[in-house]
C-alpha cells in the first residue's frame, strides 16, 4: 500500500491505519531533509500551493509554507485582510478566480466547521485541512503522534491524556480520532462545562479531575485553554482553571517514568502549563513544530498529483 484511500485530507474521522501508518513512515524520510544544509528536494517542482488562510496562525501557516518550499513547489499565501473577501467576495467566488490561475493544491483555515469539505465540492484541487472551526485540525494531531511515534516506537498501548477544552478543542478531536485508530488508550479531561454533550460517544475514558486523569498516564497533550470562554461563563476564572486542571511540577508525579509533555501551541503559560513543565527534559513542544514541518511534507507529497477520477 503506497497511497491514501483519499484524495483531500480533511479530517481524521475515518482515516484507516493503513492511511496514518504510511504517513508516519513518509514523514520520517522528509524529516531527515530538514536536518541537511540544504533542506530542498525536487518533489514538488510544477505543482502550485495556495495557502488560504481565513483565521490567524503562526506555527501552522509557516509550517505548511516552509513545507512547500521544502519541496519545490510554488506557494501563494492569501490572508483576508488584503483580499477582496474585505468588499465582500463568497468563499466560492474567490476559491473558483484562484484556481483560474491554475492551482493545484489547497491548504485551507477557516472559523468554519466543513468549509474545507465545501471546497472539495467547488473545486478541482487537492485540499487539506489547516483547521476549521471547532471540527479538526488533522496534521497537528499526525505531527503529535509523529512525534510520539519517534519516542516510544509505538502508539498502541500508551496511555495519552488530552486536557483542555474539549468541546472546542479541534486538536482534540483529531487525536482522538488518530490516536484511538492507532490502538493508544486515550482519556480525556476538563471542567464539565468544557466538556461536549455525549463526550461518551468518544470511546475515551473521561476526567473532571486532573489527578485522577493524570495517574499512569505515559503522554499528556496540554490544550490552550482559549480565554475567550471565560467571558460566555464556562469557566470562572484563570486561577481556578490553573489551580484544578494546570499542569505544574507537583502534578507530573503521578506520570509513568519517561513520560512526554506536549502542547500543540499557543502557550498561555501560567494557566494551562507552567513554564516549569514547558521547558523541562519531558517536554517536546518545539520537537512537535519542527517534526510537523516534515508531517506537511508527506501529506502534500502524498496527495500531490491525485486527480478526481482516483477517489
Ligand atoms: N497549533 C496551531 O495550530 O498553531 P497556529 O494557530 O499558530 O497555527
Redesign the pocket.
Given at each position: 500500500m503506497s497511497r491514501l484511500h483519499s484524495r483531500h485530507l480533511l479530517g481524521l474521522e475515518n482515516v484507516p491505519e493503513a492511511d496514518i501508518s504510511l504517513i508516519l513512515k513518509t514523514t520520517n524520510s522528509f524529516r531527515e531533509v530538514i536536518d541537511r544544509t540544504i533542506k530542498k528536494v525536487p518533489t514538488l517542482r510544477g505543482i502550485t500551493v495556495l495557502n488560504l488562510f481565513y483565521?490567524?496562525?503562526?506555527?501552522?501557516?509557516?509550517?505548511f509554507e516552509l513545507a512547500e518550499k521544502r519541496l519545490s513547489a510554488d506557494t501563494v499565501n492569501f490572508t483576508t485582510s488584503t483580499s477582496s473577501v474585505k468588499k465582500g467576495e463568497s468563499l466560492r467566488d474567490t476559491v473558483q478566480n484562484i484556481e483560474a490561475m491554475k492551482i493545484d493544491m489547497v491548504v485551507v483555515?477557516h472559523s468554519s466547521p466543513g468549509a474545507p469539505y465545501y471546497l472539495t465540492r467547488c473545486m478541482d484541487a487537492n485540499i487539506i485541512n489547516?483547521?476549521d472551526g471547532a471540527h479538526e485540525?488533522p496534521t497537528?494531531a499526525l505531527l503529535d503522534m509523529y512525534t510520539i511515534w519517534k519516542k516510544y516506537g509505538r502508539l498502541d498501548g500508551l496511555r495519552i491524556v488530552l486536557v483542555g477544552d474539549v468541546k472546542h478543542s479541534r486538536?482534540i478531536r483529531s487525536n482522538i480520532w488518530g490516536l484511538k485508530t492507532m490502538g493508544a488508550s486515550v482519556a480525556l479531561c476538563g471542567p464539565s462545562t468544557l466538556l461536549p454533550y455525549e463526550v461518551e460517544k468518544f470511546g475515551c475514558d473521561v476526567y473532571t479531575d486532573i489527578d485522577e486523569a493524570l495517574d499512569g498516564a505515559d503522554v499528556v497533550n496540554v490544550m490552550r485553554i482559549q480565554l475567550e470562554r471565560q467571558q460566555s461563563g464556562l469557566f470562572p476564572s484563570q486561577r481556578e482553571y490553573t489551580n484544578l486542571f494546570g499542569i505544574n511540577k507537583q502534578r507530573l508525579k503521578l506520570l509513568n517514568k519517561n513520560f512526554t509533555i506536549m502542547h500543540?501551541?499557543?502557550m498561555n503559560r501560567g494557566v494551562e502549563i507552567t513554564s516549569e513543565v514547558a521547558d523541562s527534559g519531558n517536554s517536546v513542544i518545539l520537537e512537535q513544530v519542527t517534526n510537523g514541518q516534515a508531517v506537511r511534507m508527506a501529506v502534500l507529497y502524498l496527495l500531490s498529483g491525485r486527480k478526481e477520477e482516483e477517489g
Open positions: 483565521e490567524p496562525s503562526t506555527r501552522t501557516r509557516i509550517s483555515r489547516a483547521g485540525h497537528q486538536v500543540p501551541g499557543p
